[in-house]
């Protein structure tokens, strides 16, 4: 019995985190286990219940971005969970919530420690698979619709990198906006960009620039441009006049992001009538962010936008998701859940 109690105490008294320990491939992801603390004050202690996989963890960890944490680090980009201590002065939050938090990194971890006025409430009659996805993916998208630029009902929009996380987003908000839509993604991923009813183009074997401008020859309103800044100038040439492109996700070096900032203003000086912006979530207000996400919450709890969550690994399989994301077959999201919300649950649930 006395053998047994301590072996009890020993699981709750420790978690466990995915870390990245070096530069590299999966061989630099390793389980690490670490003592539970109280939170410190102002922070809440959440039980992780769901972390997505995006692009953003696996370039990190192979030093694909500029300005870049040093490892060891927990990646996991946001996070939804439950709050199970308080620390010192913390209000509006209380134990047994479930919340959410945009945390670029350590959420691919069984507890996180986080900035209690950083997190916001989520319904808990939501999928937390599908909750947790509308923190970073849907956010960038409605963002960009809503407050970068102001989409209308019957507006055209391209969207580059159609079939990832932010680009089934844009197709599955474009979708409920009323925008005529075209998603660039490869062959494979065509029937997701059509289910969302949005014509699909194949940007290995088709020249999308050529492609639009015979099928709308007085252009877009705008392009949602995910990839890099190489699709700058064919992204314009499908524009109207007045017409915008918004560039976002991370360069991949420093030298790419001063590129990317050159490019930037040299092709918003240019005498064409078109704009590019750029739009990044580290530029945001986590009080606007909390209206949006509320507002993303509302749309899921109504059934409206269905996220598409293609498949869900435990959290401490995470090297599973990261081979698949890196595999570049993977239309939708990958989510890490705790081992007793993981129901082995693939592609055919959102079919």
């Known amino acids: 019995m006395i053998a047994a109690s301590l072996s009890t105490q020993e699981v709750t008294t420790k978690f466990k985190s995915v870390v990245v320990t070096h530069r590299g491939g999966l061989d630099a992801v390793k389980i690490i286990e670490t003592d539970l603390r109280p939170p410190a ?8 219940l769901a972390s997505p996989v995006v692009q953003d963890d696996i370039a990190v960890r192979v030093g694909n971005r500029p300005f870049l944490q040093k490892p060891p680090f927990v990646p996991g980009y946001s996070v939804l969970g439950e709050v199970d201590a308080l620390g010192a002065d ?29 997190v916001v409430q ?19 998208a409605y963002q960009i619709m809503n407050r970068v630029v102001q989409v209308r009902p019957g507006d055209k929009a391209l969207i580059i990198g159609a079939s990832g996380g932010v680009g089934t987003a844009f197709l599955d908000l474009g979708r409920l906006a009323g925008l005529t839509m075209f998603g660039l993604a490869s062959a494979g991923k065509h029937p997701v960009i ?6 699909p183009i194949d940007y290995r074997t088709q020249d999308f620039a050529k492609v639009l401008q015979e ?6 309103d705008f392009v949602f441009n995910g990839m890099g800044e190489e699709y700058f100038k064919r992204g314009l040439a499908v524009l109207k006049r007045g017409g915008v492109l918004v560039h976002y ?9 001063f590129l990317l900032v050159g490019k930037l203003i040299l092709y918003n000086v240019l005498p064409n009538g078109k704009a590019i912006k750029g739009y ?46 890196e595999s570049g077959r993977v239309a939708g999201n990958l989510v890490l859940m705790s081992p007793e919300l993981f129901q082995g649950k693939s592609r055919s649930e959102t079919e």
């Open 280 to 325: 990044g979530t580290h530029r945001g207000d986590v009080r606007q962010y909390k209206d949006d996400w509320n507002t993303l919450f509302g749309l899921l709890a109504q059934g409206r936008i269905d996220p598409l969550v293609t498949a869900r690994f435990p959290i401490l399989d995470a090297t599973q998701a990261y081979a698949l994301l």
């Open 249 to 257: 996700g991370g360069p991949e070096s420093l030298s790419r992001f």
């Open 122 to 140: 989520v319904p808990p009659t939501l999928d937390p698979a599908q909750a947790v996805v509308l923190i970073l993916n849907y956010l960038v």
């Open 90 to 118: 913390v209000s509006g939050v209380s134990v047994g919530d479930r919340v959410a938090a945009l945390t670029n990194f350590g959420g691919h971890a069984e507890t996180i420690y986080w900035d209690a006025a950083q």
């Open 41 to 48: 004050a102002g922070e809440v202690r959440i039980k992780v």
């Open 194 to 199: 059509a289910d969302y009813g949005a014509m």
């Open 215 to 220: 099928i709308e020859p007085q252009g877009l």
